[in-house]
């Protein structure tokens, strides 16, 4: 079982993250529709993480490129 248990593990490990980006965009989403004048600031709050999630993921490719010495 171990053996089944190995891919699974992989798995999460790649597609967790976007999973979790996901999850939080549709919870953003939805507390928008449902919950009113809270909802809206927390859909804010929760439809921006891709945005911050994107600029930091350049960022941090930026910074190793500049640390390499290299340039794009």
Do not use: K, Y
Not at 12 to 41: K, N, Q, W
Not at 48 to 65: D, I, N, T, Y
Request: hydrophobic share 55%.
């Amino acid at each position: 079982m171990s053996a089944r248990l190995v891919p699974l593990a992989r798995g999460l490990r790649v597609f967790g993250a976007p999973l979790m980006i996901a999850a939080s965009t549709l919870a953003g989403l939805l507390a928008g529709l449902l919950l009113g004048d809270t909802g809206r600031c927390l859909c804010w709050l929760l439809v921006g993480c891709p945005v911050l999630v994107s600029v930091w993921a350049w960022a941090r490719e930026r910074l190793r490129l500049r640390q390499s010495g290299r340039r794009r």
